[in-house]
């Protein structure tokens, strides 16, 4: 099936940094998500995005749903340990089907 | 948010032999649930759409006879993996939808085969 473009694929920042991270699609989507998945775990969803400009916040971490609603970012702050994992972005067009994006492995060094 | 839970979460079996996962939604009704295989350190792939009390659609190049997937009831369905083989050693996740909201997922399988 279709993936999402995500990038980038891997970071590597200090403790306390801010992360950034993007999803972008060749067609529309109605609804954007964000998921963050451990090691043998399975993706946990972090935010949920159903309106185009739509911002929205879960602690340190906030998404926005893109204008042109082919787009996607999610922002961690003042990054910390844990904050290590895999983190995958899914959008879902008109219809019941998701994509998923490829992936951001994030490595936080203390 | 919603729970989904599968079982179970980690199996090794002997070549040959079938193997059933099972995916629960446990606080929710579940008219559609997704089969996915994931290889490490890669993104999700979709095996498999389930729609309650229907035949599930299956992928391109995802074989049917192969991974059984039934779902009898609004709560749980099911993938039998059978006559399994080394090469289907992999992790196997789930996940259900509440309405036509967020996609929950499962904890992941990791089966084996020797």
């Known amino acids: ?110 | 948010g919603a729970v989904v839970s599968q079982h179970p979460s980690r199996v090794i079996c002997k070549s040959g032999t079938s193997v059933k996962i099972e995916c629960r939604s446990l606080d929710f009704q579940a008219t559609t649930m997704f089969w996915y295989r994931q290889f490490p350190k890669q993104s999700l792939m979709l095996m498999a759409t389930s729609n309650e009390g229907s035949k599930a659609t299956y992928e391109q190049g995802v074989e049917k006879d192969k991974f059984l997937i039934n779902h009898a009831s609004l709560t749980l369905s099911t993938l039998t993996v059978t006559s399994a083989h080394p090469e289907d050693s992999s992790f196997y996740i789930c996940s259900a939808r509440e309405g036509a909201g967020e996609l929950f997922f499962g904890e992941g399988s990791r089966l084996t085969v020797l």
């Open chain 1, 1 to 110: 099936g279709q993936q999402l473009n995500q990038s980038p694929q891997s970071m590597f920042i200090q403790e306390g940094e801010d992360v950034s991270m993007n999803c972008t699609s060749s067609s529309i989507f109605n609804t954007w998500l964000w998921y963050k998945q451990d090691p043998g775990e399975g993706p946990v969803l972090l935010i949920a995005l159903y309106k185009a400009g739509e911002l929205t916040s879960n602690g340190r971490l906030t998404a926005q749903f893109g204008i042109t609603r082919k787009d996607s970012f999610l922002n961690i702050s003042a990054s910390i340990p844990s904050d290590v994992g895999i983190y995958f972005c899914a959008g879902r067009p008109i219809g019941n089907q998701f994509y998923f994006g490829t992936g951001t492995s994030l490595t936080v060094i203390p």
